[in-house]
């Protein structure tokens, strides 16, 4: 298998973040939407854009092919936690190591810049059984859930990773 390499994302990729979310599978229309919107702000310019902006954006390349894409940030008034927002890899290609590359990419930028942790939310619907069972995987432990957050019978599940 051919090396995976991060690096942070340019408005040439865009494109590519678009097809990972629409065919991650798991995502809604309005998931969709609002993730390549977060991207856009990274994207665009001002205080809020650029690695030390809001949503510092990272993708995932394997043989010049984006393969994967994570979005994070700091969270506001918090000292040291980081927010994972949205992470998504090549549905033609998982288990090939791209989400715990990109984890990495996101552990090194967060630190450098005085992260603590990496905090993360998703749903507890049996849709996402793989989704958290990568979590749990990857060194994030499963912190707490409110139940009929989303929408009834789909809880919030909260991980967070610390280092």
């Known amino acids: 298998m051919s ?19 629409r ?9 969709c939407i609002i993730g390549l919107e ?3 702000v ?25 393969v994967g894409y994570a979005t994070f940030g700091h969270t506001p008034m918090t000292e040291g936690t980081w927010h994972l927002y949205f992470i998504a890899s090549d549905v033609t290609i998982r288990r090939a190591g791209i989400g715990r590359v990109l984890c990495q990419a996101i552990r090194d930028v967060a630190m450098a810049l005085g ?5 993360l939310e998703t749903s507890g ?3 996402y059984g793989g989704t958290r069972a990568f979590y749990d995987a990857t060194g994030f ?3 707490g859930r409110i139940e009929d957050y989303y929408s009834p019978g789909d809880p919030v ?6 280092w």
């Open 3 to 21: 090396l995976v390499t991060t690096r942070l994302a340019a408005a040439h990729d865009r494109p590519a973040i678009d097809r990972l979310l």
């Open 23 to 31: 065919e991650a599978g798991n995502f809604s229309e309005e998931e």
């Open 38 to 40: 977060i991207v856009d």
């Open 42 to 66: 990274y994207l665009g310019e001002g205080p809020t854009s650029g690695v030390n902006g809001d949503y510092p954006t990272v993708v995932a390349e394997r043989e010049g092919r984006v």
């Open 115 to 119: 992260g603590k942790r990496l905090v």
């Open 125 to 127: 619907r049996e849709l």
């Open 141 to 143: 432990k499963d912190e």
């Open 157 to 162: 599940v909260y991980y967070v990773w610390r």
